[in-house]
């Protein structure tokens, strides 16, 4: 029997697998980072481990840290959450080796299907041929790990190689494996999974599927169990075959097989072609990476006796994932089980029931993220003011008064909804984000809510990876509302600031005053009685205002508003984050034109190749290269124009808003730039 268990993961996974263990009563050991010693994963373990350092491979990457971490506390097991080392089966070996016990399937499996490109050849998918302009689009995939991560499409040949450096350099920094393939690019496919779960004895579950089709940069951001409207003989196939390859490899433990359904062969019967090409690492004669490989063709006419109308669509084997998915809460709230229990009751040596329970309902679960999906994704960090979701399952590893790192993944929470149906679950959990209270850093709240109620995802056959491709503009808006909730921001401030809260009587009429939050300028004047009337916008009754609650009437609705602001600048309204703008500018945070600033805390991790002082560069063109929060991101030249200044370097951490260069248009002359600028410091 497990007595204590040491969890070699941070954050969310870690404080879901803690939650099992209490229930157990297994004792637990959190290791963390320098950025995470006050983290909540550590304050919730009965004992924490440093690892000396910050980022991932100084830290969490280190196997033989964790090892030596799990024996200096005494632990007897060993769970690797998700991401990091748990795909890792020199890990796994190491953990076994020490006298601990591994909560994953064997090293053995681990290795035929973590590795993607193995996993393929294993089913006898072969890889792709040298890739030509007939194969695009294509998908750049690292072979290890996963959360999108170490992936790019390919549209053009032109850009392959530059894919193959950056997901490699990406999937060494997030998994310590560096190794790439090639796959085909299915455009708006299906994303959809089979959990398996697997005892020593031969026993294997497949407890139902997954839709996780709504992805940005490739990684999953809605997931929901059953994935609604699969035909029944799909479904039965998607079992056949991720039972067989959990089977294949002497499976146990839990593992999730991901496939990508796309629709039914062409009519004319030819089928699409399917499968892998791996980035071996061996030059060509100048210099370029090879991609090497054979094509293997997947698909097949209408089947006899099947109309076009009935045509099954067509499952693409993707990847088996050795380890618990992010999304297993679907599953556990359908199934009523607990994956994790199960995890460590079979690592016990316990076997299987015959069958699993039968499912229940619907399961919907958002990934809440500290990102600006208007800004391309871009991740945020800062302080966690408040943090509370009521009314629903809360997966996370924050609460109120946590900061939000720079060295990790930007996931908050992961919101989790059940319900009798699929509708249900959907209005459940847009209503709960809605209500969410989340002051700190922006998120992706309101794109969540407004997704959830999106037409193109309440009626399923609109499910596809092209969503956000096709969305994102309007979804990304911000919510209706934004002019009142600045209005009630104004007059709390006012309310705070004036003195006059309490009421009180005045008979001189007192002068206009005027606010902006964000795009919205309000003006108001305080009322003899101790009120206030809005002037701009139009229509607004103050019904009373006090620094932390306002009432206001607008086309005969009240609504209550209830600001709330950290001393950051940033106000937070219900729903809307509202930046505060002063009146004048301060001349100090002028920027120079061209100017290149950091769009987020980060490290630079490359520069273009040969970049200088000096260079013509174009609109557009990429110059450097950031790693924020495990996602690496390209940084382009803000105009055409010459490179005046280049203040980025390979290792350099930079804050929001560092100065990495200068591009100096043709319109501004030389002497506008100061002679500091003109120079490559390297600072």
């Not at 099947?306 to 998915?325: D, G, K």
């Amino acid at each position: 029997m497990i007595s204590t268990l040491l969890v070699a993961n941070r954050g969310e996974i870690a404080c879901r697998v803690f939650r099992t263990c209490r229930e157990l009563g297994i004792r637990t050991v959190a290791v963390f980072s320098d950025a995470d010693a006050d983290a909540l994963h550590v304050r919730e373990a009965d004992t924490a481990v440093r690892l000396p350092g910050a980022a991932s491979s100084e830290t969490y990457l280190r196997g033989d840290l964790v090892v030596a971490a799990a024996l200096a506390a005494d632990a007897d097991a060993v769970h690797p959450g998700y991401g990091f080392l748990s795909e890792n089966a020199d890990f796994a070996r190491a953990v076994t080796g020490a006298g601990l016990t591994w909560i994953g399937p064997p090293p053995e499996a681990i290795e035929a299907m973590a590795s993607k490109t193995r996993a393929k050849e294993l089913l006898g998918i072969a890889p792709l041929t040298d890739v030509t302009a007939g194969d695009l689009p294509v998908l750049v995939k690292a072979a290890a790990g996963g959360g999108g991560r170490g992936m790019r499409i390919v549209r053009e040949l032109a850009q392959l190689e530059d894919a193959l450096a950056a997901a490699s350099a990406e999937a060494a920094s997030a998994f310590g494996d560096g190794e790439v393939f090639v796959e085909p690019y299915v455009e708006n496919g299906r994303h959809v999974e089979v959990q398996v779960l697997a005892d020593a004895y031969g026993t294997v579950w497949t407890l139902g599927t997954r839709d996780c089709s709504l992805q940005r940069r490739h990684q999953k951001v809605i997931e929901e169990a059953p994935a609604p409207g699969l035909p029944p003989a799909l479904t039965e196939e998607l079992y056949e075959r991720s039972a067989a390859a959990a089977k294949a490899v002497g499976y146990v433990g839990a593992g999730t097989v991901e496939f990508l359904v796309a629709d039914a062969p062409r009519a004319d019967g030819s089928p699409r072609a399917v499968g892998s090409a791996r980035a071996d690492g061996s030059p060509r004669a100048d210099g370029s990476a090879r991609v090497v490989g054979s094509a293997r063709v997947v698909g097949s006419a209408r089947a006899e006796g099947v109309s076009e109308a009935e045509e099954i669509p067509q499952a693409h084997f993707l990847e088996m994932n050795t380890r618990l998915q992010v999304e297993h809460p679907v599953t556990e709230e359908v199934y009523g089980v607990d994956l994790v229990a199960l995890q460590l009751a079979v690592a016990e040596g316990s076997p299987l029931p015959p069958e699993p329970p039968a499912p229940r309902g619907h399961a919907v679960e958002a990934r809440l993220y500290a990102e600006d999906p208007a800004a391309r994704w871009a991740p945020q960090t800062g302080r966690l003011h408040a943090f509370d979701v009521p009314g629903v399952r809360l997966d996370t590893g924050y609460a109120s008064g946590d900061t939000v790192p720079v060295h990790y993944d930007a996931m908050l929470a992961k919101v989790v909804a059940h319900a009798p149906t699929r509708a249900e679950a959907v209005r459940k959990l847009a209503r709960a984000l809605e209500r969410a209270v989340i002051h700190g850093p922006a998120s992706n709240r309101d794109l969540l809510v407004a997704s959830l109620r999106h037409p193109g995802f309440q009626d399923h056959r609109s499910l596809d990876t092209g969503f956000y491709d096709r969305h994102l503009d309007a979804l990304a808006a911000p919510p209706d509302g934004a002019e009142h909730a600045a209005v009630a921001a104004a007059l709390a401030d006012a309310a705070r600031n004036s003195g006059r809260f309490g009421g009180g009587w005045r008979n001189v009429r007192s002068g206009e005053q005027a606010k902006t939050f964000g795009e919205h300028e309000v003006r108001y004047r305080p009322t003899r009685d101790g009120g206030y009337e809005v002037i701009a916008p139009e229509g607004v009754r103050v019904v009373s205002a006090a620094p932390d609650r306002v009432r206001l009437e607008a086309g005969g609705v009240v609504r209550d508003f209830e600001p709330a602001g950290y001393g950051d600048g940033t106000v937070h309204v219900g729903p809307h984050r509202l930046a505060a703008r002063p009146r004048f500018t301060d001349p100090r945070e002028r920027t120079l034109p061209g100017s290149l600033l950091a769009p987020m805390p980060g490290t630079v991790v490359r520069l273009a190749d040969g970049l200088a002082v000096g260079d013509r560069v174009e609109a557009g063109q990429p110059l450097l290269w950031l790693e924020a929060m495990k996602m690496e991101h390209r940084v382009t030249a803000p105009a055409s124009g010459t490179l005046t200044a280049l203040h980025a370097a390979p290792g350099r951490q930079v804050e929001v808003g560092a100065l990495l260069a200068v591009v100096q248009t043709e319109d501004v002359p030389a002497g506008d730039v100061p002679a500091e600028d003109r120079e490559d410091q390297h600072r």
